[in-house]
T-cell receptor, first 113, second 116 residues
Framework: DQQVKQNSPSLSVQEGRISILNCDYT??????FLWYKKYPAEGPTFLIS?????DKNEDGRFTVFLNKSAKHLSLHIVPSQPGDSAVYFC????????????FGEGTQLTVNP | DARVTQTPRHKVTEMGQEVTMRCQPI?????VFWYRQTMMQGLELLAY????????DSGMPKDRFSAEMPDATLATLKIQPSEPRDSAVYFC??????????????FGPGTRLTVT
């Protein structure tokens, strides 16, 4: 039972354009959502998060949008840079489960110069 | 610059051998996680500890995997006996949970295990 799904295994965009990565979840108990970025041969690193009481959180070029009714969140990167090329993982947690994270499968983003 | 460290970074072993992976969480963090990344499953949670006590190990095959925290600076994940299907990258992560607030997890670089 995949509670967090990233349906696009890969995404390719041009430098300077917007990258939009999507994530869907099924567990209505999830109340905190995170995005992690992973480069090859490294561990995932925290990028940005959002609480379920918000619908948007912005940090520089990165914005996460949460649509609770659709159980959907997205990560927008504007403008995209070649250094953003990495695997992006969506993760979700629920207070009732001790804040353990459930991860999606990841999306490989490639930003072309 | 506080980081989670993991050793070894790479391990190649033969089926049936014991494998031990080690993790040093960030000093002061009270929660430690073990994850496995495979091509098919993405990042799976194997087990996690809070204040060195195991809270959940339901993601681990109990007959061959074991996780422990001998002290606050060391977490271990053992596989005995190892099988080819255990080949994956194993990540350790740590975080600081205070009260009920959400918190981020900080990941180590991973141990790439290959079982032949």
């Amino acid at each position: 039972d995949q509670q967090v799904k990233q349906n696009s295994p890969s995404l390719s965009v041009q430098e300077g354009r917007i990258s939009i990565l999507n994530c869907d979840y099924t567990n209505s108990m999830f109340d905190y959502f995170l995005w992690y970025k992973k480069y090859p041969a490294e561990g995932p690193t925290f990028l940005i998060s959002i609480s379920s009481i918000k619908d948007k959180n912005e940090d520089g070029r990165f914005t996460v949008f949460l649509n609770k009714s659709a159980k959907h969140l997205s990560l927008h990167i504007v403008p995209s840079q070649p250094g953003d090329s990495a695997v992006y993982f969506c993760a979700a947690s629920a207070y009732t489960s001790g804040s353990r994270l459930t991860f999606g499968e990841g999306t490989q983003l490639t930003v072309n110069p | 610059d506080a980081r989670v460290t993991q050793t070894p970074r790479h391990k190649v072993t033969e089926m049936g051998q014991e494998v031990t992976m080690r993790c040093q969480p960030i000093l002061g963090h009270n929660t430690v996680f073990w994850y496995r990344q495979t091509m098919m499953q993405g990042l799976e949670l194997l087990a996690y500890f809070r204040n060195r006590a195991p809270l959940d190990d339901s993601g681990m095959p109990k007959d061959r995997f074991s996780a422990e925290m001998p002290d606050a600076t060391l977490a271990t994940l053992k596989i005995q006996p190892s099988e080819p299907r255990d080949s994956a990258v194993y990540f350790c992560a740590s975080g600081l949970r205070t009260g009920g607030e959400p918190y981020e997890q900080y990941f180590g670089p991973g141990t790439r295990l290959t079982v032949t």
